[in-house]
């Protein structure tokens, strides 16, 4: 995993790259967390790519930016089926100079132009330059795993990276966000290829944008796509679990420590066990694995409606039944609070984190895992693949015509709640912002119109089943905006320490073997995620196999709630968000009674308001409203 950054000028005004080189450099110099092994820039008259590299899979002589005959590559990620590839490849006549993924990924363009995007299984974002027809491809996998932005706002170039940050770095691109890119932060629709910032786009998940002198254009490569299911339900749970042993097998390769982070839940259980065996079966271990925690938080628990058990006791079982080498990471509120750490969390995401002491915790689980391993396992998107989300399974929720996690109150009539997946606040934030602001917004309208764009993309073949349907629209919705928000959050706070964070339940063949599952299989023992329980319930201890779904944990902690009150009242005299928000109802938030719920929405408000006041504060942004 590494940071790319790139700068392509096809405008003719005549300027030479290879005396723009400082720039380059400024940008890599903002991602060096992200590569802190080695740096590397290349350019020519019309391009220029810089790299800075976690070295992970060949560590001697896999350095970029990497050139072979007349193409040139900036990657970050990792290439799960390189091995063959490289076989294939050699069997057309292709000498290779390294081990690493990413001369497989440069010789596999030249031997097949632009449909060997077709033939990559990975995570992994990348910039290549064909100098024999003046083409970029910006390059991006098929679930969003790794970021790519690109930024058109200066003249007739593009410049692209990993992260925002590195494109504002250059000279001349400005950190401005509008009415747009504040409605589009709001919304917590995560619209595909929609960032905050005027002019910066994402290449949307599962696509690469052809750019040369004739323009851009985007070509989507793949999407989770309607294939009728005919399988029974023994061979599906079968086909899942040969899958998952696959995935699992070949993400657990790397030439560095290696780890699995543990919740105690089916799916972080499930990878961890998987993983332990795929490195015995290859006489490798024994695997290290990762659990957060919060003082205090087992002896004090108070269920709520989305947490009914806290993880520890779970996490301690898999550790009994899985010989793995365990630590808990145990947090207290005054960590969670600390200035330092907050503000670091919100320069890593570049823009507000919403999600509270979510992200601070999993920062500063991910820096204690970075002083053993280079690389970790998670369990993320097992509920966008499975249907793991309480929303999935009410039926007010099924039939609202919005996305499901904006249809949160119908769960134990909890107004505006979120679960653990959540990044953003729903009716949060919007409730306490300044009234003509949000008028202005129009989030409503928003919200309807994204939300139809996304069912109109969903195929249903000559599926008859109604309800079939509807539970195939509401996966698609996880898929491809949902997931986004979570596999972001991970990327940023593990990548802020240099730790690879690879996310099996992301490997497309699953997604879409899932995706086509009848509802009827994929909830046939009347729960949640019923194919994932079954599939690995004889690696597992009884007591995970029958654990309800239990979001990412939060701290239950009365003092941190203290905490957040304390920091509202000295942010609202002077803060650069001030001007955002409704003052009788930032008061209003400080009176509140402590609710000692994470998904408390007097909390959820206030940690919102402070993320805004840190991003506006720490961050070179503009707001133009």
């Known amino acids: 995993m590494c940071g790319i950054v790139g700068w392509v000028d096809l405008g003719g005004d005549g300027r030479d790259l290879r005396r723009e080189t400082a720039a380059v450099r400024a940008m890599m110099g903002t991602m060096t967390l992200r590569g802190p092994d080695a740096e590397g820039v290349w350019a020519r008259e019309r391009v220029a790519f810089g790299h800075r590299r976690l070295a992970v899979i060949d560590l001697l002589t896999g350095d970029q930016p990497m050139v072979v005959e007349h193409a040139a590559i900036t990657y970050s990620g990792e290439l799960y089926n390189y091995r063959e590839l490289r076989t294939e490849l050699r069997g057309h006549g292709h000498v290779f100079r390294t081990e690493s993924d990413t001369e497989v990924v440069l010789r596999a363009y030249l031997q097949w132009g632009e449909d060997f995007v077709d033939r990559l299984n990975g995570m992994y974002a990348f910039g290549l330059w064909d100098a024999r027809r003046e083409v970029l491809l910006l390059v991006r996998d098929r679930m969003g795993v790794k970021p790519l932005y690109y930024y058109t706002g200066v003249g007739g170039s593009v410049l692209f990276a990993s992260e925002p940050k590195a494109i504002f770095a250059h ?22 290829g929609h960032a905050i910032y005027r ?12 750019v040369s002198a ?23 749970v079968r086909t899942v679990r040969a899958l998952l042993d696959d995935i699992v097998d070949r993400q657990t390769v790397a030439d560095v420590p290696l780890c699995a982070l543990l919740s105690g839940g089916l799916d ?76 670091a969390v919100v320069a890593a995401m570049d823009q507000p984190t919403f999600g509270g002491d979510i ?21 993320e998107a097992a509920d966008e693949v499975f249907g793991g989300y309480a929303w999935f399974h009410v039926p007010a929720i099924q039939r609202a015509e919005t996305f499901p996690w904006l249809a949160l109150g119908e769960i134990a009539g909890v107004r505006g709640r979120q679960s653990s997946g959540s990044a953003g606040g729903s009716e949060l934030t919007t409730s306490a912002l300044e009234p003509d602001l949000y008028e202005a917004l129009r989030l409503p309208e928003y919200r309807e119109a994204a939300y139809r764009t996304a069912i109109a993309e969903v195929e249903h073949g000559d599926d008859p089943d109604p309800h079939n349907r509807r539970m195939r629209e509401m996966s698609y919705l996880h898929l491809t905006r949902f997931v986004q928000i979570l596999l972001d959050r991970k990327d940023r706070m593990s990548m802020a320490h240099g730790l690879e964070v690879r996310v099996p339940f992301c490997d497309h063949r699953l997604v879409q073997y899932v995706y086509n599952t009848p509802w009827a299989l994929k909830t046939f023992d009347g729960r949640e995620k019923s194919l ?19 979001p990412y944990p939060s701290t239950q902690d009365a003092r941190y709630e203290e905490a957040l009150r304390e920091a509202l009242l000295v942010v609202t005299a002077d803060s650069p968000a001030a001007s955002l928000f409704d003052p009788a109802r930032i008061a209003d938030l400080a009176a509140a009674p402590y609710e000692h719920d994470g998904f408390g929405q007097a909390r959820r408000q206030i940690e919102q308001v402070l993320a805004l006041d840190l991003w506006l504060r720490h961050s070179p942004v503009r707001l133009e409203l």
């Open 171 to 192: 000279p001349q691109a400005e950190a401005v966000v509008d009415v747009a890119g504040l409605r589009e932060l709001l919304a917590f629709v995560k619209t595909p």
């Open 199 to 210: 002019d910066l786009h994402e290449v949307v998940p599962g696509s690469y944008l052809r």
């Open 214 to 236: 004739d323009g851009t254009q985007r070509r989507q490569y793949w999407r989770p796509s309607y294939e009728e299911h005919r399988d029974d339900r023994e061979t599906t």
């Open 268 to 343: 972080s259980s499930a990878i961890t066990a998987l993983a332990h065996h795929a490195l015995s079966t290859r006489g490798e271990g024994p695997l290290r694995s990762f659990a957060v925690d919060f003082v205090g938080q087992v002896e004090h628990f108070r269920p709520d409606p989305l947490r009914a058990t806290p993880d520890a006791p779970f996490v301690h079982d898999v550790v009994k039944h899985v010989p793995v080498d365990h630590e808990d990471i145990v947090l207290s509120s005054a960590t969670l609070m600390d200035p330092l750490t907050r503000s």
């Open 359 to 379: 992200y601070t915790s999993l920062y500063l689980l991910f820096r204690a895992v970075r002083e053993h391993s280079t690389v970790a396992l998670s369990g």
């Open 532 to 550: 994932l329980r079954a599939a690995t319930a004889d690696v597992l201890p009884a007591s995970v196999v029958a654990r309800t779904k239990s």
